[in-house]
């Protein structure tokens, strides 16, 4: 990619099934009212930095974190479905505001023995917040953390 191309690729925050965000059993996330993207059912709790970029939020409770890569494209990466209700339990978070991230760094841990636990699915959602075009680049299936499923693109 050229160092004029609009086109951004998105890695897998985790190693696991990838799955189409239409998929996601939340109408918010599966009818893409927050944005594109993808969802991966983890086979672990260790969760990366699918893009570049600056952490622009942390959602206090661990769950949910905001990133702005050097183009201006935002993400948001959501840690399991209604897991706002755990109030921050399950969630270790590696990360602060302001920080920068490389593809692959660690953002948080989380405990899927919990999740499951409590009755909550623990699909990593990736999302553009931006208007855009989000191309997944992988069938949908087993993907390895770090793998680039995705290329995000102006709508």
């Not at 918010?28 to 993207?37: I, M």
């Not at 760094?105 to 009755?119: C, F, I, Q, T, W």
Request: aromatic share 6%; glycine share 12%; hydrophobic share 40%.
């Amino acid at each position: 990619m050229g160092l004029f191309s609009k086109k951004m690729t998105i890695e897998a925050p985790c190693t696991g099934v990838l799955k189409p965000l239409q998929e996601v059993n939340d109408p918010v996330f599966s009818k893409g009212l927050v944005g594109q993207g993808f969802a991966v059912l983890p086979n672990d709790g260790e969760v990366v930095s699918p893009v570049e970029g600056e952490v622009t939020m942390v959602f206090p409770t661990g769950h949910a974190f905001g990133v702005k890569d050097k183009k201006g494209w935002e993400y948001l990466i959501h840690l399991g479905i209604d897991t706002v209700n755990l109030k921050g339990e399950g969630f270790e978070t590696k990360v602060s505001v302001g920080q920068w991230l490389q593809k692959g760094e660690p953002v948080s841990r989380m405990d899927l023995a919990l999740l499951k636990e409590k009755g909550l699915e623990s699909d990593v959602l990736v999302l553009v917040t931006n208007p855009a075009t989000v191309t997944i680049k992988q069938p949908y299936g087993d993907v390895e953390k770090g793998q680039i499923v995705a290329e995000v693109n102006h709508a």
